[in-house]
């Protein structure tokens, strides 16, 4: 089994990318992507 291997830490400036299955959930869902984005925000 291989072991796991975690990335280095986010630090300020870091860009990082939000990918979205290519079913539209973002369009028939779009308070809950919103709240996801918004988190990701608050956390990062």
Same mark, same amino acid.
Do not use: W, Y
């Given at each position: 089994?291989? *072991? $796991? %291997?975690?990335?280095?830490?986010?630090? +300020? /400036?870091?860009? %990082? #990318?939000?990918?979205?299955?290519? #079913? /539209? %959930?973002? *369009? !028939?869902?779009?308070? #809950? $992507?919103?709240? /996801? %984005? +918004? !988190?990701? +925000?608050? !956390?990062?």
């Amino acid at each position: 089994m291989t *072991d $796991f %291997i975690l990335p280095p830490k986010l630090k +300020e /400036g870091d860009k %990082i #990318a939000v990918l979205s299955t290519s #079913a /539209g %959930i973002k *369009d !028939r869902f779009p308070n #809950a $992507f919103d709240k /996801g %984005i +918004e !988190r990701l +925000e608050e !956390r990062f």
